[in-house]
């Protein structure tokens, strides 16, 4: 073993003289050369590990489009060829139903570990200073993966996901001045299209990614994580992958399973899981006010609920810096968040009736107070003791 290692370290001291190979990766990626902490959990694992699962996003992405068609023109049997060619991958490429899988569950799981560590984030108020811009990426980070997710939804050209786009895309035209006209050039025609599809293909597999990647290079951690974590999460995506890649209909939906029929609307749509917290606040306006119409309002929260997470370093007046050193209050306020946050998601899979929509009201209400009235209760809130174990 150190005759081997020896070796390997002559070869990148050989390299290094010839190339700024190490220095390269020291100064891009930060995650060289430094050592973990022994009190790092688990909480401070999902950041990293939503790299590991990006990175396969990327891999497996790359074997799809060897073999998806982004076209909705009809083969001889009257398939779309985008639909026709998914299907292809799952049943006659070698391993495509893995690869396939791979990237369709490894969307969920990687929204899944960044929700995750957005709530580690706000739980250890890892935003506050001198952490403000590392936030600001983050947050920039997570609205370029809804984004990516929402265009890579289409690629299958299903019912749920043909229809699913049209709604969110026609929600952009309620939006003041250019709405209408943004519209028209994210669809790139006056319905969803072989052009929409066309459109969200480029963006899925050459804009978003790149800017992510941009991105990520500014906003990765300076530690190295215990490897057996790492193990753990892979055992469970294993199983996931293999024995409940759909997750019940909520990683891929089951009527997403038939070819989109622009001519018959589904009962009920809605999109994926990780959308449905938004898209139940969005549903949940219903009232005009300062004679504007509810739609646009609804539009506003919607988009209003993803990007106020930006603001929490300037609303969180707190002096603590971890959850066990934060107020009653605070605490209070944040599991009251946590609950809205859990029953909007809920409250957007289902078809909505008076009961859920005051449900849905009270619980956008929550939402929306957890942030705006944070100035207030974060400064009147009484917090603990900083001794004990360090926050960051």
Known sequence: MSIANTKLGGLVAWIDERTPL?????????????????????????????????????????????HYKPNTSLNESGIPLAFASVEYIMRDVPWGWLIRYLHSTGASVLLILVYLHMFRSILFSVYQKPRELTWLLGMAIFIGLAAQTF???????????????????????????????????????????????????????????????WLLIHHVPHTVKDIRYFLAFLIVCVAVIFFRPEAGGYFLEYNNFTQANPLQTPQHIAPLWYFTSYYSILRSITYPLFSIDAKLWGVLGMFASMLIFALLPWLDKSSGKTIRQKGPIFKLALALFVVA??????????????QRLLLAQICTFIYFAFFLLMPIYSRMDKPRSNEGRGAR
């Open 151 to 213: 265009v890579g939804y289409l690629m299958p050209w299903g019912q749920l996901s043909f229809w699913a786009a049209q709604v969110i895309i026609n929600a952009f035209s309620q939006l003041p001045f250019l709405g209408q006209d943004f519209t028209i050039w994210l669809r790139g025609d006056y319905v969803v299209s072989d052009a929409t599809l066309n459109r969200f293909f480029s963006f899925h597999v050459i804009a978003f990614p790149a800017a992510l990647l």
């Open 341 to 354: 946050f859990a029953a909007l998601s809920y409250l957007g899979t289902v078809p909505t009736d008076p």
């Open 22 to 66: 190490t220095a390269t990766w020291k100064s891009a990626t930060r995650l060289a050369g430094y050592y973990a902490p022994k009190n790092v959990t688990f909480w401070y694992l999902f950041g990293t590990l939503a790299i590991v699962v990006l990175v396969s996003q990327l891999i497996t992405g790359i074997f799809l489009t060897m």
